[in-house]
């Protein structure tokens, strides 16, 4: 897959948390392949500046202000993106949250925030976009975790805990979905380079790290591998980062 291939289209991209960072870049690279795009994100604001690129790149986009924690706004989601374009054919679980503490600082709220928004998020637009998808036997589910996912950093319990759940529930879903030739991936990458980690790490250099365009490219990569094989696990490090 080159860039500037459009092998998206006639196909209809869901990406959440599309307002920025990851999910901005991995919008406009859905639609310089082809893909029409819905774009999803709390902020309307952002989202239109999302919508803006998305429709300079030539595709149509759509923009749904959601919040991914809230079961109504996820079905709402994917009812909209069926009522403007008849189908969903890809759907980027991006959507994030994180608040970094002592386990013993945590509160419930700031706890149930990394779950509420990584982990049921996923779950609550995944099941809306399935019952679109398998009676059409065909369609991709990218979810983005993270090497937090795979490994434990201290203050980061509650992320670490959402994003392992995210993998674990990415395969399973791989193994129940594959009769209905639907595809399951997750992505872990190591540090992005986004506003989010800006402001969690505002001190560190940031020289090296994955840009989000790097994780946008790693998404067309996925769709665009041959109907034989499939990817369960994508991790991205740094360079400089130890192998996990």
């Avoid at 604001?45 to 959601?66: D, F, N, Q, W």
Wanted: proline share 4%.
């Amino acid at each position: 897959m080159r860039e500037g291939d459009r092998f998206l289209v006639g196909q209809v991209a869901v990406v959440t948390g599309a307002g920025r960072g990851i999910g901005r870049a991995t919008a406009q690279a859905l639609a310089r392949a082809g893909a029409d795009v819905v774009a999803a994100a709390r902020s309307i604001h952002e989202l239109e500046e999302t919508a803006e690129r998305v429709r300079e790149a030539g595709a149509s986009c759509l923009i749904v202000p959601t919040d991914v924690s809230r079961e109504a706004d996820c079905e709402n989601l994917i009812a909209k993106t069926i009522e403007t374009f008849g189908q969903a054919d890809i759907l980027i679980n991006n959507a994030g949250a994180a608040h970094f503490a002592p386990v013993w600082e945590l509160t419930t709220e700031q706890f149930d925030l990394s779950l509420n928004v990584n982990l049921r998020g996923m779950f609550f637009c995944s099941r809306a976009a399935l019952r679109v998808m398998m009676p059409r036997r065909r369609g991709s589910i990218i979810n983005i975790s993270s090497s937090s996912g795979k490994k434990p950093y201290a203050t980061q319990g509650a992320y670490c805990a959402s994003k392992a759940g995210m993998i674990a529930l990415s395969k399973v879903m791989a193994m129940e979905l594959r009769p209905y030739q639907i595809r399951v991936h997750v992505i872990c990458p190591g540090g992005v380079n986004t506003r989010l980690a800006s402001e969690i790490h505002p001190h560190r250099d940031k020289t090296g790290w994955i840009q989000s365009e790097d994780i946008a490219q790693a998404v067309l990569y996925l769709l665009s591998t041959p109907p034989n094989i499939t990817l369960d696990e994508l991790t991205i490090r740094r360079f400089e980062a130890e192998p996990l």
